[in-house]
């Protein structure tokens, strides 16, 4: 599995941006996750989805903004976000968890695999 990160940018608050993960791997069959880690702070949750799509979750921080998908014949996942908050300024990141049954997706310690990061800029 190699994950690949993309479209990241600077952006003005209130503004959009998506993200894609792509696997160059021969497999997708796994649950993704977004995550992102601001400057001096700890990597946080922001979305994941299980492999067929049909089961998401939200941090609280970003639910009604932020949309996570999968294209899975594209082996493909998204990140659309919108309305953008300078607060929201991370690095993000994408990862993938090879368990189809782990209870807990918040956790950056269930995921196996991650991406190299994309980096957002939200100004003020």
């Known amino acids: 599995v190699q994950l690949q990160a993309s479209g990241g940018g600077l952006v003005q608050a209130g503004g959009s941006l998506r993200l894609s993960c792509a696997n160059s791997?021969?497999?997708?069959?796994?649950?993704m996750g977004w995550f992102r880690q601001a400057p001096g702070k700890e990597r946080e949750f922001v979305a994941a989805?299980?492999?067929?799509?049909?089961?998401?979750n939200y941090a609280d921080s970003v639910k009604g903004r932020f949309t996570i998908s999968r294209d899975n014949a594209k082996n493909t996942v998204y990140l659309q976000m919108n309305s953008l908050k300078p607060e929201d300024t991370a690095v993000y990141y994408c990862a993938a968890d090879r368990d189809w049954g782990s209870a807990d997706r918040t956790s950056t310690s269930t995921y196996d695999y991650w991406g190299q990061g994309t980096l957002v800029t939200v100004s003020s």
């Open positions: 989805i299980t492999w067929s799509g049909g089961n998401t």
């Open positions: 791997g021969r497999s997708f069959r796994y649950a």
